[in-house]
Structures are given as structure tokens and as C-alpha cells.
């Protein structure tokens, strides 16, 4: 028998596969039950019915892996037209190898078997006929054929067995707790019997059948029993899959938690039967990101490696019809059942509003069921859209709560103070007939009621006297009446003042270099207003005020108590100025309570 050298570099190719192709030296088991597999259907497609795969681990009896079929098998041509294919393996040969190849994806499983062993013994006989043929390939890079006759043909059954002796350091993937885990993970749902030989000579069969090859024919209790041993916890619901055009089918699972930011789409996906990948995240759109799917396939294309799908037309035609089936369910919720399609947007809303302020096909879908809070209440953009085609938003939670009170209940203000709202606001005028705009606390207040042209006299007598109470705040005031008659004043600046206040609030509290050069970013004059104390003239309070004489004592103190109130009511932060002035009206209304001036105290 004459051994002779590959025409390649094989230990070269052999660190190709282990360093550029494959995820490691564990994917050589599932490359030999591929090509065996694969080996089953060709015999099956000239009329075989049966199919076994047998797989014998490293044991105490044995230092041999064996993997046996009783597929279609290999006459002596087939072997050299092997050969051939295994000795012009290259870099480009392994990429661009066709799945219909079936020899040359034999070549390439059995090459990554030189990532455990040094030694890869084939023994197969073709179902064709023909004398049964030895095959031996060394890691030295040579190989040798035998055919076999006499006993030793006898003894070799139509189809194929690799015999592997794994290195010591690598043994431990062939022992038998290894090779049933391995079994079970990579081909658990293939359409072929697979058995483990234990090391006590039972045959342990580890076939399943799985529930997402044909999910319409499921009970939802099914899909969701197999979703809870996907995701480790209950699915909010489960989604049938089904792309007729390439073979696949499946099931998404809508995650019951909001994955963190930039975290996989993870689907589970088959080829086959046969595991190609536990973490695929080209399967779905992008905006596909709150489902976990598992799917089977058998017109998608994989890579060299068996562990990624090829980028074509199939795979994005795939994508789409998947896309399909996740609006779907999204639009019945929205037609059936609104609040389960309310707790969905609870769960992702933030994720779904991420991705939807720049994806088109995203944002058609979801922005008509997004609900923003208002100053009349929470609604959806589409019931919004219906009742006030033109809309006004707040940019800031400050801005809105300082705009809201102003807002009248057939105009209301939208809070877009959240991540990712104002842009979903403007996106929305694409998909649904309204203008947005932001809203301007000036006109608001402009547009709220004029008190009557009768008693503009004592309108303007109030508005002076309180400008002067509020000189030293940088507050001017103005009367406007509005609803509800309880509430007294509302305070409103515009966001430039209120960003100006916050840098001067930091300033006040950092000093030093940083304090400095904060205050030198705002100089505003002196007699700058920061904003305006609406005082409200259907409020009784403020009536009493108004009527007041205009030596009364009383007035000053009891509108700087008005205007701290209303920037409490509007959550603005206080500054040193607004607490002295509190303190200093406080003193004041308690003096004239007990009888006393300014100053003086009691006995």
C-alpha cells in the first residue's frame, strides 16, 4: 500500500479551519452526523426508506470514536474524485464550496477532524455495488486508499464509518457525556435516528420532534411550553413563523423583558434539522429586536462553516416574510386587542421608540399605537392625530409642566420631555395627517382670556403693583384668567432663562474656577424679568388683592408668596434669592397676623 501526499498544505488548511472557518474543534462531531445525513438522503432519493446513524464514543474499552451510517456510501471512484477534492482545498475552495457539492462538503468534514485527531480511518461501501474501500488520511499531510476484500469486505455494511483516535489534550470532546451533549445540541431535530452507544453497550436515541418545524399545527401550550425552555422564563406570547418561498418555518417568541441596549437578536436556526446557529442576528429586520426566534429551514444558503447563512436574495427575501409575520401580529393586537398591545409597549416602548426614529418601516408600523402624555391626558398619536390634526408639544418636563396648566382641553400640549419623543413627534407627521410644532409659552399665555374690558383699570393697578413686589426676583407679572379658578398664579419663562437659571443654580453651588466661568456664560441686565407670575383673575385670592388699598402691607409679601408657590407647583428648582424672599414674606404675613409692625416683636 503506497501513501501519497496531499497537493496541499494541509496543516495550513487545518489552521484555516480551526482559526478562519469554524467556532472550534467541537463543531467535528456535528460535520461527521452532516455528512452522514447527508449521505441518508442520497440514498433515501433512490428509494431507500431506512436511516440510522450510530455514534460510538471514547470509553474505558476503547480509545476510538466511531461514527457509522448506513447511507448511500462511496465506490472507489467517488473516493478519488474525494481525494482530488480534499487535495485542492484552499482558502477559496472552502468559502465558495456549493452546498449541492455533497463530495466536497464530505471533504471538508472530514478535514475538520484533524482539529482533534492525527488520524482520520474511513471505511464505506457504495449502495451503488462495487468492493468496499479503505480510506486513511494522515495530519502529515498524506493519505492512503485501500480496497478491501475477503473477511475485511465482508465485515463493511453499505455505507460509511469514520474511525477517529483523538490527541490527549482533545479526548475529553469525544467521551460519551461530550458526544451526547454535543449530539443532542447539533442534531436533536434532525429527520434521521441518531444513537449513542453508551459505555454499558445501550443505544441512547436522542431524537426530539420538534414543535417549530410545523408551528400551525401546535397548540399554543406547545410553543409556549418549548418558549419556556428557550428563554429560561414565560413568553409574553409566541408568534408562528412561516416563509413557504424558502423552506422556513418557526416560531418568535416576544421577549416578557426589554433587552438591554444593543444586545443580539440571537435566533436559534436550523438547516435541515441540523443546528447551524444558537445566535443568528442577520434573521430578522433590525426593528425585530423584541422577539427571540427558532426556525427551520431548508432553502436558505450557509457559509463554509456551517454556522452563518450566506447574505443573498433567499436570506433577504426570509427577512422580509418574517417582518411580515411580526407586523401582522402587531397590527391584530392593535385590531383585537388593544391592551395586551398596551402591555407589549409597556415592556419595549423604549426600545421600540429607538429604533423607530430611523427606521421607515418601524415607524409606519408602531408610531399610530405610541402614547404620549398630554396636558389633557394620555393618548395614542392616532387619537391625537383624529382630534387635533395640528399639535403642540413641550421639548423638556420642565417646559411641559410650566405649559400645561396654560393649555385649554380642546388644544392640549404633548410631552415630548422623554428620550427619543420629540423626534418620534416630528417622524409622525410622515406616517399620520398632522403638523407638530413646538409650543411657545408666550403665545399660550396670550391666548388665554382677557379679564373684562371693565375692570382693566384694576388689571393694570394689580400688574404694576406686583411687577414692583417682584422687582428684586427678576419676575414680572401679568393677569390672564384661566381654569381651574383655584389655582392662583402659574409661573412661565421661556427655555433659554430656564437654561440660563440652571447654569447660574450650578454656579451658585460649585464657586471657585468652575462657579466663575459658569456665571461669565450668563450676563444678563440687571432688570432682566426671568419669566412672568401669571396671576389668575378668576382666582378669589387674587381678586382680594387686586381690591386691596394700595398702602396695604399685606400686598408685597402675600405675591412673593404667590410666586414661590407657583415655582413650586411648577417643579422649577429655588434659588437663594426665591428662599430669602420666602422666608422674608413669611415673617412678614406672621407679623401682621399678631398684630405687629416690621421688626417689632412681642413682650
Same mark, same amino acid.
Given at each position: ?154 465485515? +463493511? ?5 469514520? +474511525? ?25 431535530? /434532525? ?49 408562528? #413563523? ?7 418555518? *418557526? ?21 435541515? *434539522? ?90 409606519? #408600523? ?131 432663562? /430656564? ?12 464657586? *471657585?474656577?468652575?462657579?466663575? /466661568? ?23 385670592? +387674587? ?61
Amino acid at each position: 500500500m503506497e501513501s501519497t501526499p496531499f497537493q496541499v498544505h494541509l496543516r495550513g488548511v487545518v489552521e484555516l479551519l480551526s482559526r478562519s472557518i469554524y467556532s472550534g474543534p467541537a463543531v467535528y462531531l456535528r460535520e461527521l452526523i452532516q455528512n452522514a445525513a447527508d449521505a441518508i438522503a442520497a440514498r433515501r432519493d433512490e428509494g431507500y426508506t431506512g436511516g440510522l446513524i450510530t455514534i460510538t464514543p471514547v470509553g474505558p474499552r476503547s480509545r476510538e470514536l466511531i461514527v457509522s451510517d448506513n447511507g448511500i456510501g462511496l465506490d472507489r471512484g467517488e473516493v478519488a474524485e474525494l481525494l482530488a477534492t480534499v487535495g485542492r482545498s484552499s482558502k477559496r475552495d472552502l468559502l465558495d464550496m456549493p452546498r449541492s457539492d455533497r463530495l466536497g462538503q464530505f471533504g471538508i468534514g472530514l478535514l475538520s477532524c484533524f482539529m482533534i485527531a492525527d488520524e482520520i480511518r474511513v471505511l464505506t461501501r457504495s449502495a451503488r455495488g462495487g468492493d468496499p474501500v479503505e480510506w486513511l488520511g494522515r495530519a502529515d499531510g498524506t493519505f492512503s486508499v485501500r480496497p478491501l476484500s475477503g473477511p475485511e469486505a465482508d465485515a +463493511v455494511p453499505v455505507g460509511t464509518q469514520v +474511525v477517529l483516535a483523538p490527541r490527549a489534550d482533545d479526548a475529553p470532546l469525544a467521551s460519551e457525556e461530550s458526544v451526547l451533549s454535543l449530539a443532542r445540541d447539533y442534531a436533536e431535530y /434532525l429527520p434521521v435516528q441518531i444513537d449513542v452507544i453508551r459505555a454499558d453497550g445501550r443505544a441512547t436515541r436522542i431524537n426530539e420532534t420538534p414543535v417549530f418545524v410545523d408551528p400551525q399545527r401546535r397548540t399554543a401550550e406547545e410553543l409556549l411550553d418549548y418558549g419556556r425552555e428557550l428563554l429560561g422564563t414565560e413568553p409574553f406570547e409566541a408568534i408562528p #413563523l412561516a416563509v413557504p418561498v424558502t423552506g422556513t418555518t *418557526g416560531v418568535a417568541y416576544v421577549l416578557p423583558y426589554a433587552p438591554p441596549p444593543g444586545a443580539r437578536q440571537a435566533s436559534r436556526v436550523y438547516l435541515g *434539522g441540523m443546528l447551524l446557529s444558537p445566535a443568528l442576528d442577520e434573521l430578522l429586520p433590525e426593528w425585530g429586536f423584541f422577539v427571540r426566534c427558532v426556525v427551520n429551514t431548508t432553502g436558505l444558503h450557509p457559509t463554509a462553516s456551517r454556522e452563518a447563512l450566506i447574505d443573498d436574495s433567499a436570506l433577504e427575501e426570509t427577512r422580509d416574510g418574517l417582518g411580515a409575520a411580526l407586523r401582522h401580529w402587531v397590527l391584530q393586537l392593535a385590531a383585537t386587542r388593544p391592551a395586551t398591545l398596551n402591555r407589549f409597549l409597556a415592556v419595549h416602548h423604549l426600545g421600540l421608540r429607538s429604533v423607530a426614529v430611523h427606521d421607515d418601516e418601524l415607524a409606519a #408600523l408602531i408610531l399610530p399605537h405610541l402614547r404620549f402624555e398630554t396636558s389633557a391626558g394620555t393618548a395614542t398619536l392616532r387619537e391625537l392625530a383624529a382630534a387635533h390634526p395640528h399639535l403642540r408639544y413641550a421639548a423638556t418636563v420642565d417646559e411641559f409642566r410650566q405649559l400645561a396648566p396654560l393649555a385649554r382641553p380642546d388644544a392640549p400640549i404633548v410631552n415630548a420631555g422623554h428620550v427619543y419623543d420629540e423626534p418620534l413627534l416630528r417622524r409622525a407627521q410622515e406616517f399620520l395627517e398632522m403638523v407638530v410644532e413646538r409650543a411657545d409659552a408666550s403665545e399660550l399665555m396670550d391666548a388665554l382670556a382677557e379679564p373684562p374690558l371693565a375692570e382693566r383699570e384694576a388689571v393694570t393697578r394689580l400688574e404694576r403693583r406686583a411687577d414692583a413686589a417682584l422687582a428684586d426676583l427678576q419676575c414680572a407679572a401679568t393677569v390672564r384668567g384661566f381654569a381651574p379658578p383655584e389655582v392662583p398664579a402659574l409661573y412661565v419663562t421661556d427655555q433659554d432663562v /430656564l437654561g440660563a437659571q440652571r447654569r447660574r443654580d450650578v454656579a451658585e453651588g460649585a464657586g *471657585g474656577l468652575w462657579g466663575g /466661568l459658569l456665571s461669565r456664560l450668563d450676563s444678563p441686565a440687571a432688570d432682566a424679568p426671568r419669566g412672568k407670575l401669571c396671576l389668575n383673575w378668576n382666582n378669589r385670592l +387674587v381678586r382680594t388683592l387686586a381690591g386691596q388699598e394700595q398702602e396695604g402691607a399685606g400686598f408685597t409679601p402675600a405675591v412673593r408668596v404667590l410666586y414661590v408657590q407657583a415655582l413650586l407647583a411648577g417643579q422649577h428648582a429655588l434659588t437663594r434669592a426665591d428662599r430669602g424672599a420666602l422666608t422674608e414674606a413669611m415673617g412678614r404675613i406672621v407679623h401682621l397676623a399678631v398684630g405687629l409692625e416690621p421688626g417689632e416683636t412681642s413682650a
